[in-house]
């Protein structure tokens, strides 16, 4: 039997209303996955390894000289690392909406051209006041690519999928820790060339490679399956179907305000905010200050640049385990639970081990990498699988990520210049509980949503009719199941 035919038999076999889920071992099934990841997850991830790279190179920047050639005093350094989230915070939600309204496409690749820019501007500035404007604009650019991602994903994969995705993307998180300060290495040898300091290079090599994956993103997305030209049609028909079966009675798709507006009433919006800004102060604190962390190891500040790498490449291998396991065994919450565990013993191994030797010291950052990286593709998964309708999901994922990143506020603050000398135990104190009460929050998350299946599992047909009276009912319809 031809792929066509398969695709054809399946879709006039199978109605909507009469099965579950498409067979995910079907030939058209793997076939049309293997083309989205093929296509799609790269440049994903790509996007994302730039986003994170020019977030977060201000710590290379920092090691090759920046804080010294601007004259930044006291806490000046981590006050450009938190206004960063300020722009952040305030754009998320705004730009998730644009990005339902306008489409993917064009809109990544519109701010990605604007942070490229603005970080190559970066190289020119000349003091305090000018990194503290270039870096709040900053933040204002790149505030809709991680939400915008997270929410694409969604619109291209069932539920069951997202996990794996989510991490292969994510992923480059850690992945930029590795390469980013191997590629600092390689700038910083650029120190003094044209009369520019190394950081400076740093600023403008980086910029300008964002603006040519801008090219990548204008003719590699597509804005929805049913746009998606590299697929055939019968392609695009079968991903469409999958999505709206796999969707249930959330299967809504349309921008609708009314349905946006619930984002904000819903108390999985705020259960998961709580969840991901005690899971993003330490994963933020990692990212921008690893590099003054492994410089306490009295390595130089060339060696302290690679020896950045190994930690990360650690995490990004579980980080993808991790996620790959969440869709596997198609569970969210202990994919959440047990990263957090991990990342909150790593912090405490730091303490401990501050005084010891320098190998046990680096074992232990890279224990605490390895956790405190691994469970945000289940999470992303999580909330953006549990969250019906395109509209309300948009805005809850943008909203979720936005207060969120509260968290990236407060973690660029987490780890003082004046604690540098005894180790930084203040700062691993922090993160260490501040892991802890994420895993507590995946718990109850993970409870809450056992009970709300189990009650719906059990209506009786006089509750399923009242629960099913009303509109923009989406993940509230009593045939919703979520995923625990």
Known sequence: MSDKQEHVDILEEKSIGQIAEFNPDSLAIRTLKRKLDYRLVPIWSLLYLFSFLDRSNIGNARVAGLEHDLNLTGTQFNMTLTIF?????????????????VGPKLWITIIMIVWGVIMMSMAAVKDYGGLLAARF??????????????????TFYTRRELATRNGLWFSMAT?????????????????????LMGWQWIFIIEGAATLLVCLIAWFGLA????????????????ATERLRVDAGPAAETEFSWSQARLAFTDWQTYTYTVGYICGSIPLYAMSLFIPSIVLQFKYSVVTTQIMTAPAFAAATITTIICAMSS???????????VPSVVGCIGFILLIVTKDSSVAARYVSLTITCCGVFSSAPAMFAWFSGNIGGHSKRAVAIG????????????????????DAAGGYVRGHTISACLCGVSAIMALVSKTLY??????????????????????NLLDKHPDFRYQT
């Not at 992945?175 to 009369?195: C, H, Q, T, V």
């Not at 869709?327 to 639970?337: P, S, Y």
């Not at 909203?399 to 004046?418: K, M, T």
């Open 85 to 101: 989230f300020f722009g952040y915070i305030l754009f998320e939600v705004p730009s998730n909406i644009m990005l339902k309204k």
């Open 137 to 154: 604009f900053l933040g204002l650019a790149e505030a809709g690519l991680v939400p915008g991602v997270i929410f694409m994903v969604s």
């Open 175 to 195: 992945f930029s820790g590795a390469f980013g300060g191997i590629l600092a290495y390689g700038i910083s040898k650029l120190n003094g060339k044209g009369g």
């Open 223 to 238: 804005d929805s399956p049913e746009k998606a030209m590299f697929l055939t049609p019968e392609e695009r028909l079968l």
């Open 327 to 337: 869709d596997r065994f198609r569970e969210r919450g202990l994919h959440c639970f």
């Open 399 to 418: 909203l979720i990520v936005s207060l969120g990143c509260i968290g990236g506020a407060i973690g660029s603050q987490v780890y003082r210049p004046s």
């Open 450 to 471: 056992t009970l709300v299946n189990r009650r719906r599992a059990n209506f009786t047909p006089e509750e399923y009719a009242r629960a099913c009276q009303g509109k």
